[in-house]
């Protein structure tokens, strides 16, 4: 067990990390018994350095819940990360590559809440408590050299290799919407990049929230009305360079559209 001297002073790697644009380490090589409760108590350690300094809250994702992407990770688990309000882009906006270490980009199908959500739920309980669904770009950038080559409580201290997020200017009612068959076409500068059914996200991307819930009630937390909560990617992520332009196109939701700038 690390003690809470030890957290601190691991969230302030990642924050350090995070903010001079320098990768690190991966936690895991100087604590190999870290685990995953751990790597949360990490995280949380970092959000409420965010929110200390004047975040808010605006979300959560969840991640690693399509075998694309567990693949390309390597890493076999959902997991989930807090969403603050400065990590979010506008629709059609300019995410400014700063001082970002190895930023991705992934499609996603986002969930926006209208209830508060705690404890086990079943799917029927979550859609009631679902305000709409909204096509999403997840702007990853992990602190960790490499990206890749981390554990599960590495990434999850990491909140998840957050960065930024674009969510569409619509939040489409769910209403006879099948879940299970939308389909999520990427595309960068024009040219489609990366495409899947949204049934890979745990065979329906509500799924997700399901077990949002589920992994915020061992916590003791629940999920707040008002809450936009990123599925987790249907696709592997691409690397991002100045200059591009992303779009992902889902026919019944509508699009969401980002630049990349310096
Ligand atoms: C971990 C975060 C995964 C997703 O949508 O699956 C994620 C990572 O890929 O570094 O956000
Ligand atoms: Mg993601």
Redesign the pocket.
């Known amino acids: 067990m690390i003690d809470s001297s030890v957290v601190s002073q691991l969230s302030g790697v990642l924050d350090g990390a995070r903010l001079g644009g320098k990768a690190v380490q991966r936690l895991t090589l100087d604590y190999p018994d870290l685990n995953n409760i751990e790597g949360y108590k990490i995280q949380k350690k970092g959000i409420n350095s965010r929110l200390e300094a004047g975040e808010t809250v605006v979300g959560y994702?969840m991640?690693?819940?399509s075998k694309a992407?567990m693949e390309q990770?390597g890493l076999d688990q959902p997991i989930y990360g807090v969403l603050t309000n400065s990590m979010q882009v506008a629709d059609k906006g300019t995410f400014s590559l700063g001082n970002a270490i190895h930023p991705k980009i992934?499609p996603?199908i986002a969930f926006v809440t209208c209830k508060d959500l705690g404890g086990k739920l079943s799917l029927e309980e979550v859609l009631d408590g679902v305000e709409g669904i909204v096509p999403a770009l997840?702007i990853?950038d992990?602190r960790f050299e490499g990206f890749k080559y981390f554990s599960l409580p590495d990434?999850i201290a990491d909140n998840?290799?957050s960065s930024h997020f674009v969510v569409g200017s619509n939040v489409t009612p769910i209403g006879a919407i099948d879940l299970a068959a939308l389909q999520l076409e990427m595309f960068v500068n024009e040219k489609l990049a990366e495409s899947a059914s949204s049934s890979t996200v745990l065979e329906n991307p509500a799924n997700a929230v399901v077990e949002l819930c589920s992994l915020m009630d061992s916590f003791g937390e629940t999920l707040p009305a008002g809450s936009i909560v990123l599925s987790?990617?249907a696709t592997k992520?691409v690397s991002l360079e100045v200059g591009m332009n992303i779009s992902l196109k889902v026919k019944e939701l509508g699009d969401v559209f980002v630049t990349v700038g310096e």
């Open positions: 994702k991640g690693l819940t992407k990770m992934e996603e997840e990853l992990s990434v998840c290799s987790g990617a992520a």
